[in-house]
T-cell receptor, first 114, second 114 residues
Framework: NAGVTQTPKFQVLKTGQSMTLQCAQDMNHNSMYWYRQDPGMGLRLIYYSASEGTTDKGEVPNGYNVSRLNKREFSLRLESAAPSQTSVYFC?????????????FGDGTRLSIL | GENVEQHPSTLSVQEGDSAVIKCTYSDSASNYFPWYKQELGKRPQLIIDIRSNVGEKKDQRIAVTLNKTAKHFSLHITETQPEDSAVYFCAAWDPTSTGNQFYFGTGTSLTVIP
């Protein structure tokens, strides 16, 4: 089992460009999450999907949109990239949002916006 | 919402010594506390976790202690080895939060000096 798979691993964009980060999990988890990781700030939640068909905002949702395509896949879209969105993005999944079970992370996408 | 503080932000120890990282949380409703290890350029990986009905948990050289009264929990690594060098994150899970439920500390960069 691959666990949580993210694509791409690296990306460089120009300001104003758009792109979609892809995430898929093969653990039959119900809940999926997108985080960004910036130096000295830990992991901050952008959006989450408690179950297939639902999405909700996290701590830092501005400038992003998400789609829970099916139970396995959860994508993050930057419509008009800004330099402030330069970061490392992690997708994670867990069995249920409402259960105290650990989250499992992907390898991350390193995104630079010029 | 919950607030998790983690100290120290950086820690250097000699190989073979012990390392202790401490986290405090603000919401007494939080009842699950995982610890993640993140090696440079890699995904955060769960190394140990503890639930609020337990005061201490050990796994070989790693242990976590929880003081619910004081609202703090700590990661203890004994007989440190160079491969323990990484960033360590604590987290607290708050079941009463309707939105984000996992709250992460800002990380501790541990360096084990051979």
């Amino acid at each position: 089992n691959a666990g949580v798979t993210q694509t791409p691993k690296f990306q460089v964009l120009k300001t104003g460009q758009s792109m979609t980060l892809q995430c898929a999990q093969d653990m039959n988890h119900n809940s999926m999450y997108w985080y960004r990781q910036d130096p000295g700030m830990g992991l901050r939640l952008i959006y989450y999907s408690a179950s297939e068909g639902t999405t909700d905002k996290g701590e830092v949702p501005n400038g992003y949109n998400v789609s829970r395509l099916n139970k396995r896949e959860f994508s993050l879209r930057l419509e008009s990239a800004a330099p402030s969105q330069t970061s490392v993005y992690f997708c994670a999944s867990s069995q249920y949002k409402g259960s105290n079970q650990p989250q499992h992370f992907g390898d991350g996408t390193r995104l630079s916006i010029l | 919402g919950e607030n998790v503080e983690q100290h120290p932000s950086t820690l250097s120890v000699q190989e073979g010594d012990s390392a202790v990282i401490k986290c405090t949380y603000s919401d007494s409703a939080s009842n699950y506390f995982p610890w993640y290890k993140q090696e440079l350029g890699k995904r955060p990986q769960l190394i140990i976790d503890i639930r609020s009905n337990v005061g201490e948990k050990k796994d070989q050289r790693i242990a976590v202690t929880l003081n619910k009264t004081a609202k703090h929990f700590s990661l203890h690594i004994t007989e440190t080895q160079p491969e323990d060098s990484a960033v360590y994150f604590c987290a607290a899970w708050d079941p009463t939060s309707t939105g984000n439920q996992f709250y992460f500390g800002t990380g501790t960069s541990l360096t084990v000096i051979p």
